[in-house]
Each structure stands twice: as C-alpha cells, then as structure tokens.
Nanobody, 119 residues
Framework: QVQLVESGGGLVQAGGSLRLSCAAS????????MGWYRQAPGKQRELVAA???????NYADSVKGRFTISRDNAKNTVYLQMNSLKPEDTAVYYC?????????????WGPGTQVTVSS
C-alpha cells in the first residue's frame, strides 16, 4: 500500500501564490507519473498538471504559465507551485500517483487539500 498526503493549501488573495506538496509513503516500489487534479463545487474533477518519472510535464490550458509541477524522486514528493492565483482556481486539490511493482500497477489518491482564492 502507498499513502499520499497533500499539504500547503489555504486561503490566499487573487494574484497570490501557494505551493502544494504531496508526499508518498508506505511500500513504494516505483512511482511512475504523478499529478495534481482539482475539483470545484458542482464540477467534475479535472487534471491540473502531471509529471512523468523522467520529468516530462503536462498542464491544463487554464493554468499554463501560472502553475509549475515538479518532483523530488529521492523524497517521493511532487510539488505544485501556483502563482497569479485566480478565484476560479478555488477547489480541492488532489494528488495522484501511478505506482507499479513487478506484478501490479495501481493509481493512488490523496485525501485532498482545500485551496481558496478570494477576489
């Protein structure tokens, strides 16, 4: 089993910045792609950014140029630096990791962290 725990969420004014962290722990064999998703009230969960094990990145159009995803493989941690935040970025942000062993492959999710951007 792998556990993911997000941190760094909170309340920030529009134009401000936050840095989210997600640390993986437990029986880690190989973490492949990791990513951040978000879900606003009444909306579907959507991909914000993802990063492969060799640091290739992918972003939602709505956050390109404002958010940066990175990872520290030695610490089994993925980060999301969020700049120039907008009220529409308000959501619960979830960390996601694709984990594999010799025999299995499974996606894990964190419990989420609330990000609120006030106007």
């Amino acid at each position: 089993q792998v556990q993911l725990v997000e941190s760094g969420g909170g309340l920030v004014q529009a134009g401000g910045s936050l840095r989210l962290s997600c640390a993986a722990s437990g029986s880690i064999f190989r973490l492949n792609a990791m990513g951040w998703y978000r879900q606003a009230p009444g909306k579907q969960r959507e991909l914000v950014a993802a990063i492969t094990s060799d640091d290739k990145t992918n972003y939602a159009d709505s956050v390109k140029g404002r958010f940066t995803i990175s990872r520290d493989n030695a610490k089994n941690t993925v980060y999301l630096q969020m700049n120039s935040l907008k009220p529409e970025d308000t959501a619960v942000y979830y960390c996601n990791a694709d984990h594999s062993t010799v025999l299995t492959r499974r996606t894990y999710w964190g419990p989420g962290t609330q990000v609120t951007v006030s106007s």
